[in-house]
């Protein structure tokens, strides 16, 4: 599985933001799709998750409420819509794809990973 994350860019505290993520190269159908991120000098963190048959999700705590990973069929491509964007939120962003019976929270348990897409969140 490829994966091709776009999207990001600089916003304002309070702003929206959508990130893509496309998947080529197999079928999403027995997979889960991931979205990570990684600020400035900290650890990478588990942000949102989507099990692409049966459509099951998990979001982190600090996400909750603000961000969605909806998701379209036909494109193969799975997005994170970011609402009401914090300067916390500031950070490279990552999308990955798991065999769906691993760990969602743990990246180490992402077979496939996309290229990083940065979000800058100003005050």
């Known amino acids: 599985v490829q994966l091709q994350a776009s999207g990001g860019g600089l916003v304002q505290a309070g702003d929206s933001l959508r990130l893509s993520c496309a998947a080529s190269?197999?079928?999403?159908?027995?997979?889960?799709m991931g979205w990570f991120r990684q600020a400035p000098g900290k650890e990478r963190e588990f942000v949102a998750a989507?099990?692409?048959?049966?459509?099951?999700?998990y979001y982190a705590d600090s996400v909750k409420g603000r961000f969605t990973i909806p998701r379209d069929n036909v494109k193969n491509t799975a997005y994170l819509q970011m609402n009401r964007l914090r300067p916390e939120d500031t950070a490279v962003y990552y999308c990955?794809?798991?065999?769906?019976?691993?760990?969602?929270?743990?990246?180490?348990?992402?077979?496939?990973w996309g290229q990083g897409t940065l979000v800058t969140v100003s005050s």
């Open positions: 989507l099990t692409w048959i049966g459509s099951g999700t």
């Open positions: 190269g197999r079928t999403l159908r027995n997979y889960r």
């Open positions: 990955a794809a798991q065999v769906i019976g691993t760990d969602a929270l743990r990246g180490d348990a992402y077979t496939y």
